[in-house]
C-alpha cells in the first residue's frame, strides 16, 4: 500500500491535486488488511498533511496561470549613437624596402686573398671587407717606382744642365716627360691597387658574403651584401581612381602579417606620391618612409609584405552608428529608436536615415557615418530588431 502512495505522490504538481484525495479514499476503502494497523490518529494527520499539500498545490497553478496571462516583450540589445571624428581607410599591399640594401662588386676582380668580416657583423663606414691578391700590382709598382726613380734623377740633371744652356731643349722636354709619364703610371697602379680592398660605403651590417678565400670573382661580380635598416620605407601601388582623395602627409596604418605587427604612428605618413602612372595597371606608386625602425623596434626587413591602410577620408563631429544597427526595408534605410517608459521598457521608433561611408575600428566592429536623420545622442536597438516594428513595446538589455 505504500508503494502505491509513493508512486501516486511522484507525479507533477498538477497531477498531484488529481490524485491525492481519490488515493486517500482508497486507503479508507481497503479497511481489511493492512488497516488493523493503522489507527484513526495516524489518519487523521495524514489527511491534514495531504490538504496542506494540496493548498500549496493550488497556490501554484494559481502563480502559473497569473504567469501565462502576463505580456511577453521582445528582448533587444541597445546602443549608444555616438558624435565623434570618422575615419575612412582604404586598403593596398606594399612592399618593406631599405635605402641602404646594397651588393658590393669587385672593382679590380682577381682572387680573394682574405675575408676580414664574418655575416652579421656589424661595422663602420669605410671598414676594410675583402681583400684581392695584388701581388702582380706590387711588383709592377715596385717596378715603376725603380724606373722613377731613375727618371727623377735624370730630369734632375739634365734640368741642371739646361739652367747652364748646355745640351738641347729636347733632351730637357724628354727627361721631363719620362719622368711625369712614370709618375702618371704609378698613380694608376696604386689606384688600381687600392680598389682591391672592398670598403664598407656606410655603417651597418655585413649580410651575406658572397665569394670567398681562394675564389675567383671577375670585375663588377658581386661579393658581399650589406645592410643597414635604421632607416626603411614601404612602397605600394595605389589605383588611380584614389588620386582625387591621396596627398602627401595622409595618415596610414601598417600591418606586418609576418611579425604580426600593427603600426599606428600619427608621425608616419605619406611621404612621396610618384607621378607617373603605370599604363599596365593603372596605379601610381606611394612611399612612405618609417623613421628609427630598429630604434622604434619594429625590425622591418627588406621584401616584407605589409598591409597599409591609408585614410581618404576624415569628418569631425559625425554621428556615428555599429553597421548592425542599420536595417533597410522598402522604404530606405532606418534604425529603430528607443523612446524609455520605465526601467528596461520602452517603445521602438523607427526612424529614417542616410548614411554615408562605414569603416572598421580597431576591434574590427564595422561603424557607419549617418549623415541625417540622427543627432548622435539617440539610444538605439542594436540586436533583436527582427519582426518588431513602429511604436512597438520592448524589453531592453544594453550591449
Given amino acids: 500500500m505504500k508503494k502505491i502512495i509513493h508512486i501516486i505522490y511522484d507525479k507533477s504538481p498538477v497531477m498531484k491535486k488529481a490524485w491525492i484525495l481519490p488515493a486517500f479514499a482508497f486507503l479508507i476503502a481497503c479497511g481489511g488488511g493492512e488497516s488493523t494497523d493503522l489507527n484513526l490518529t495516524q489518519l487523521k494527520d495524514k489527511r491534514a498533511e495531504l490538504k496542506a499539500e494540496i493548498s500549496e498545490l493550488d497556490e501554484q497553478i494559481e502563480d502559473l496561470e497569473k504567469g501565462d496571462e502576463e505580456e511577453v516583450f521582445p528582448y533587444v540589445i541597445s546602443t549608444k549613437a555616438q558624435k565623434k571624428t570618422f ?3 582604404f586598403r593596398v599591399q606594399g612592399n618593406v624596402e631599405a635605402d641602404r640594401n646594397v651588393l ?3 672593382e679590380t676582380g682577381g682572387i680573394i686573398k682574405s675575408v676580414a668580416v664574418k655575416e652579421g657583423d656589424k661595422v663602420r663606414k669605410g671598414a676594410n671587407l675583402i681583400y684581392f691578391d695584388t701581388e702582380i700590382i706590387s711588383r709592377n709598382i715596385k717596378e715603376v717606382e725603380s724606373a722613377l726613380d ?3 734623377y ?3 740633371k739634365q734640368a741642371n744642365l739646361w ?4 745640351g738641347s731643349e729636347l733632351q730637357f722636354k724628354q727627361a721631363k716627360n719620362q719622368k711625369e709619364s712614370l709618375e702618371l703610371k704609378l698613380a694608376t697602379l696604386q689606384s688600381e691597387r687600392s680598389k682591391s680592398i672592398v670598403q664598407a660605403p656606410f655603417a651597418g651590417t655585413v649580410d651575406e658574403i658572397i665569394y670567398h678565400v681562394g675564389e675567383m670573382a671577375a670585375p663588377g661580380t658581386p661579393v658581399v651584401r650589406m645592410m643597414d635598416l635604421s632607416e626603411a620605407k614601404i612602397t605600394a601601388d595605389v589605383p588611380e581612381n584614389y588620386l582625387k582623395s591621396l596627398e602627401k602627409g595622409s595618415a596610414v596604418k601598417i600591418y606586418i602579417a609576418a611579425l604580426d605587427l ?3 604612428d600619427p608621425g608616419i605618413r605619406v611621404t612621396r606620391i610618384g607621378q607617373h602612372i603605370h599604363p599596365n595597371n593603372r596605379t601610381v606608386k606611394v612611399q612612405i618612409d618609417v623613421p628609427g625602425n630598429h630604434k622604434a623596434g619594429y625590425h622591418l626587413r627588406p621584401n616584407m609584405i605589409a598591409e597599409v591602410s591609408i585614410r581618404d577620408y576624415v ?6 552608428v555599429p553597421a548592425n544597427s542599420v536595417n533597410q526595408d522598402a522604404g530606405g534605410t532606418f534604425v529603430y529608436a528607443i523612446k524609455r517608459s520605465s526601467g528596461d521598457h ?3 521608433l523607427k526612424t529614417p536615415i542616410h548614411i554615408g561611408k562605414s569603416a572598421k575600428t580597431s576591434s574590427h566592429i564595422t561603424e557607419v557615418e549617418v549623415t541625417g536623420g540622427l543627432n548622435g545622442t539617440e539610444e538605439i536597438i542594436l540586436e533583436g530588431a527582427a519582426g518588431i516594428g513602429h511604436n512597438d513595446p520592448v524589453r531592453i538589455g544594453l550591449n
Fill in 87 to 89: 575615419e575612412h581607410f
Fill in 104 to 106: 658590393l662588386n669587385a
Fill in 150 to 152: 731613375l727618371a727623377n
Fill in 154 to 156: 735624370a730630369f734632375e
Fill in 163 to 166: 739652367k747652364q744652356k748646355i
Fill in 262 to 264: 600593427h603600426i599606428s
Fill in 315 to 320: 569628418a569631425a563631429e559625425s554621428v556615428v
Fill in 346 to 348: 520602452g517603445i521602438a
